[in-house]
């Protein structure tokens, strides 16, 4: 079985290979896409791709045309032998790294590790989600190829404040999380805590996606996909993130961008993403009492959401790829 998988990823690469000199396109993203609910990895790049169309740029997915002029690969979600097979030394190969994965997910799985030798292979600049991200790589002594940092955006045809619901102090207060993973560390053991220790005489709370543990007051969403992910950010108004090491939080970024205040773990690049329109916790505890705050100053909080667009961030990115 697995000789024929080796061979059907052969035949697949040099089928990549010999297209690309039929084809023609400006940038190629080398990334596994996966289809809607998926994480937000996936999402930002559609967005991005999607400018970069609106530009009038020729966008590719994973092989290298004759004429294209510059390469993003994604992490480590791509072919790695097909990147290095169509390699063309006429253009510009872009690395998008976010992570430490290891540490984001708990284990030393050797991911960065090999994150960090095809960086080397095969890189000319490496875009870093975060200041966090690249600071914590370099504690664990990886160097990354002229690294940049640029922050990811929302899509601004689906994420907007546009209909969002009106605040009120005389209703219940609606708070909202949301994940795609069952990672531990995506903070189910805080959101647990407040499932039995929130005032749900004061709040309800929705949870969109998947998580390990069962709620007995907290409403469970399955995993939708980011149109009704938008829609319901809108019917909410706090938006609260526990996940650990998160490098920078797409669902975040989302959330805010929809207009929801935020309370957050203080981990990763949470607060390089909020800044002052929200407030951060060490432990579920302090929670309560940072809701108090957000509440009493909702609008101020609001007002200060503050994020690169999607037509900013993609501008950057065209850049760094040497395309404007």
Known sequence: MAVKIGLRRKLSNFLALAQGYFTSADLSIFHEFEPP?????????????KQAGAKGFRVENNRI???????????????????????RPSAVYVHRVDGPIDIYRGWDGGVDRGIHSINRKAADKTIFQSR??????????????NPVVIMNAADPEIFHPRGRVTFSRDRKIRLIATSWSLNIN??????????ENLDWERFEFTFVGQIPVQFRNIRMIPPVDSYKLAALLRQHDIYVTASKNDPCSNSLIEALTCGLPAIYLQSGGHPEIVKQAGAGFEAAEQIPQLLEQIVNGYESFQSNISLPSIEEVSGEYLKILELL
């Open 37 to 49: 609910p998926a994480g937000g990895g996936h999402q930002f790049l559609r967005a991005l791709m």
């Open 65 to 87: 045309a004759r004429t294209t002029r510059a390469c993003l690969f994604n992490s480590f979600n791509f072919d790695e032998n097909r990147l290095l097979l169509t390699k």
């Open 132 to 145: 966090y991200s690249l600071e914590k790589h370099l504690e664990l002594g990886m160097e990354f190829r």
């Open 186 to 195: 995506k903070g189910a053991p805080v959101y647990q805590w407040l499932d």
